[in-house]
């Protein structure tokens, strides 16, 4: 055995063991699904407050509840409650560990604290009062120190009979409630000062607000929607024109045609353990430090080009490994990395992104009972939801929806995929590959859905013979998801 083939074992146990290590650890970690939830909840109650003029006529009230539903302000404090739930538990998770720690049990605890504020204020609207202000009074006071500690006792005041008012009401609940709660709690103060001019203008900037939040609900539903209902149509369709025609039917296309693979599996490995693992775990941090380069906080900006030069590096390191571990076999056998402009691929795109849409959605759903709230999420996606600034979105776009639908589409559909078949059988060079795509993202509790993902871009490929059609699907499903972080995000900064 050559000492290249030892670092190389010894790598690919390190790599494994790295992988494993990371899916487990992210089973404490909260779901982005959990937040969108609420921000979806958020800009929700901003809708219900909607109020179209009569000139308006009938049709957009119809349309603001057909979109958010009978009940709103009820269907939220159940919202709430199911998170204030699944927070408790996670707290109590971890809080049952040896050595917890204590980052993470703050950042529960804040959580909580703010989940249970919030949900206080959806009860007052809701008319019951003495819950509201039970609620507000068992948050701890932590000496005024946090947000919920000043703000808690001005909500009880606010709802107090009689009522309390504080010198300071207003700042805080300017500076700690956001959106719908902000309005709501701003409206009651004004309300009982007594400042009518203040009041007619918080209630016409809602109205704006409120318009604008239907549009984007109208929107976050709409794009998944149609092309749910069009990604039914057409797996009925496709399935049915396979039963007739099997062999030249659409879903056999190239199904016959194999790849000819002139490398073996240490050359897969070398590929992947040094282009993904030692160029991404090991060689990018260890060239940050050397330079000082560390992570920035808050600041929106230097956190999506931070990302875009991190992915940047990697993508430059990942292709150098792919090329000097190929090029002993130049020129490659016909069939290899296909890029065909003159080709259907737009076709194959857009129709796997439809099929994806329905399977994706009906795993998730299933998916989000298992892990119930838990197991990660793609660090980029809190990011691009809590941060409106233009520059910074669009900086996470090049990098979810350009740089990383070419990269990884090269690297697992261009490469591993088609390396596989020299072992499996097609299909399973598909599932092998997808369940890798899913696992490297690192979140155990997306690892469902993106293999459901993962199979339907190699499908896609297969069919297609052309990388440029797994990559429109890829492009579009992560545009799609940046788009409703987007929108989703608005709710909490009106």
């Known amino acids: 055995m050559t000492l290249k083939r030892i670092i190389l074992i010894v790598l690919t146990l390190l790599a494994l063991a790295y992988l494993g290590l990371s899916l487990v650890g992210s089973w404490t970690q909260p779901q982005i699904q959990s937040r969108l939830e609420l921000y979806?909840?958020?800009?929700?109650?901003?809708?219900?407050?909607?109020?179209?003029?009569?000139?308006?006529?009938?049709?957009?009230?119809?349309?603001?509840?057909?979109?958010?539903?009978?009940?709103?302000?009820?269907?939220?404090?159940?919202?709430?409650?199911?998170?204030?739930?699944?927070?408790?538990?996670?707290?109590?998770?971890?809080?049952?560990?040896?050595?917890?720690?204590?980052?993470?049990?703050?950042?529960?605890?804040?959580?909580?604290?703010?989940?249970?504020?919030?949900?206080?204020?959806?009860?007052?609207?809701?008319?019951?009062?003495?819950?509201?202000?039970?609620?507000?009074?068992?948050?701890?006071?932590?000496?005024?120190?946090?947000?919920?500690?000043?703000?808690?006792?001005?909500?009880?005041?606010?709802?107090?009979?009689?009522?309390?008012?504080?010198?300071?009401?207003?700042?805080?609940?300017?500076?700690?409630?956001?959106?719908?709660?902000?309005?709501?709690?701003?409206?009651?103060?004004?309300?009982?000062?007594?400042?009518?001019?203040?009041?007619?203008?918080?209630?016409?900037?809602e109205q704006e607000i409120a318009e604008e939040a239907v549009y984007k609900l109208a929107i976050v539903s709409a794009i998944p929607g149609l092309g749910l209902v069009a990604g039914i149509i057409l797996l009925i369709i496709l399935g049915i024109q396979w039963l007739i025609n099997r062999k030249e039917a659409i879903l056999a296309t190239n199904s016959d045609v194999e790849w000819s693979v002139p490398w073996d599996g240490e050359t897969i490995a070398q590929v992947f353990v040094l282009g993904f693992f030692l160029i991404g775990q090991l060689a990018i941090p260890i060239l940050f430090q050397i330079i000082g380069l560390k992570p920035p906080a808050g600041d929106a900006r230097l956190q999506a080009f931070y990302v875009l030069l991190t992915y940047v590096l990697l993508v430059c390191g990942g292709v150098g490994v792919l090329y000097l571990s190929l090029k002993?076999?130049?020129?490659?056998?016909?069939?290899?990395?296909?890029?065909?402009?003159?080709?259907?691929?737009?076709?194959?795109?857009?129709?796997?992104?439809?099929?994806?849409?329905?399977?994706?959605?009906?795993?998730?759903?299933?998916?989000?009972?298992?892990?119930?709230?838990?197991?990660?999420?793609?660090?980029?996606?809190?990011?691009?939801?809590?941060n409106r600034d233009g520059l910074a979105l669009a900086i996470f776009f090049v990098t979810a929806s350009i740089a990383a639908p070419v990269f990884e589409e090269l690297m697992f559909r261009g490469f591993l995929l088609p390396s596989l078949t020299r072992y499996l059988p097609l299909w399973g060079a598909i599932a092998a590959s997808g369940l890798l795509f899913a696992a490297v993202h690192l979140s155990i509790s997306e690892v469902l859905p993106l293999f459901v993902l993962g199979m339907v871009l190699g499908f896609v490929y297969t069919r297609s013979r052309n990388l440029l059609a797994p990559m429109l699907l890829h492009s579009l499903w992560n545009s799609g998801t940046l788009l409703s972080l987007y929108l989703l995000g608005s709710a909490g900064s009106s």
């Open 40 to 205: 979806q909840t958020n800009l929700v109650l901003h809708g219900s407050e909607w109020r179209p003029d009569r000139g308006e006529g009938e049709q957009l009230l119809t349309l603001r509840d057909n979109i958010i539903g009978e009940n709103a302000t009820r269907a939220a404090l159940d919202q709430y409650q199911t998170a204030i739930a699944s927070t408790e538990e996670n707290w109590r998770r971890v809080r049952a560990r040896e050595l917890p720690p204590p980052a993470t049990v703050q950042k529960l605890e804040q959580s909580l604290d703010e989940l249970k504020l919030r949900s206080g204020i959806i009860r007052a609207e809701l008319g019951k009062t003495e819950e509201a202000i039970a609620t507000w009074k068992s948050l701890p006071v932590q000496n005024g120190v946090s947000a919920t500690a000043k703000t808690a006792p001005v909500l009880v005041g606010l709802w107090s009979e009689p009522p309390r008012l504080l010198p300071d009401a207003e700042p805080i609940l300017r500076q700690n409630l956001e959106g719908w709660f902000r309005y709501q709690t701003l409206a009651r103060l004004y309300s009982l000062q007594e400042r009518q001019e203040a009041l007619a203008e918080l209630n016409a900037r």
């Open 328 to 386: 002993p076999f130049f020129p490659l056998p016909e069939g290899w990395f296909r890029f065909k402009f003159r080709d259907n691929w737009i076709f194959w795109g857009l129709g796997g992104y439809c099929v994806a849409l329905p399977l994706v959605i009906l795993v998730s759903l299933i998916n989000q009972q298992l892990w119930d709230g838990r197991g990660g999420s793609n660090p980029i996606l809190p990011i691009a939801l809590e």
